[in-house]
C-alpha cells in the first residue's frame, strides 16, 4: 500500500513537471514572454502575481481563457492585452492552467 502511494505521488510529480514545461513552452512559442515575466513585472504582471490574484477564484481559469483569447484592459493597468485569435484553445487552456497552477515555480 505505501509502495502504491510512492508510486502515485512519483508519477504525479513528473505529471506536473511535464505540465509546467508545456505551460512555459507554449508561453515563449506564442510571445507571452514579450509582455510577462515568470516571478516580475514587465508590461503585462508577472505569472506569479496573476496566479496569485486569482488563487481560489472557481471562475478564473474561464475568466484568464477569455483575456488571453479576446484581450483586455483595466485589470493591471492602462496598457492593454492584445488579443490572440491565432492561439489554439487547447493552448489557451494548457498556458492558463499553467499560470493559475504556480507558473513561477518553472523558470
Known sequence: MVRSFVVGCVLMGAAVSAFAGDGLAIAKANACMGCHAVDRRLVGPSFKDIAAKYK?????????EKKVRDGGAGVWGAIPMPSHPGMSSGDIHDIVAWVLAGAGAAK
Not at 481560489?56 to 484568464?64: M, T, V
Open 56 to 64: 481560489g477564484d472557481a471562475g478564473a481559469q474561464a475568466k484568464l
